[in-house]
């Protein structure tokens, strides 16, 4: 199943995700009926990641690499991830998470230049109706 979420951020543009439940069923069920939760916003390399939801999710089908605009759930740091490019580890050309992520759904918008805008922000991850 599709669920469409908005992040909204207060000093800056929202992003909007489409997370899908193929890859990794259980972690997307848990975060939706979650939803509102409210993180703060960290920046490493061109990822976003977020400080810890409330997401108690083990690794399911976890990946060493991901794929540009993936949105993943990091279990060892119970945090969401919005990969935008690369981070400061691995090889030209690939995106690697610091350990295992479950891929949970893309980031629809904006592009990269919200990176500028988002490191320390705090956010809210809602159910877009």
Not at 58 to 65: D, I, M
Not at 86 to 97: H, K, Q, R, S, V
Not at 98 to 110: E, L
Request: a negative charge.
């Amino acid at each position: 199943m599709k669920y469409s979420i908005m992040v909204e951020i207060l000093h800056s543009s929202n992003i909007f995700l489409e997370l899908d439940d193929v890859h990794s069923t259980n972690t997307v069920n848990d975060f939706v009926s979650k939803l509102p939760f409210t993180v703060d916003l960290n920046i490493w390399g061109d990822e976003i990641y977020t400080s810890k939801s409330p997401i108690p999710q083990p690794e399911e089908n976890a990946k060493s690499t991901v794929q540009l605009n993936d949105v993943a759930y990091w279990p060892t740091g119970k945090a969401i991830c919005l990969f935008y490019g690369p981070a400061p580890i691995g090889n030209p050309g690939e995106i690697i998470p610091v350990s295992p992520v479950n891929i949970i759904g893309k980031i629809i918008s904006p592009y990269k230049k919200i990176l500028n805008d988002v490191h320390s922000e705090r956010a809210t991850f809602r159910l877009q109706s």
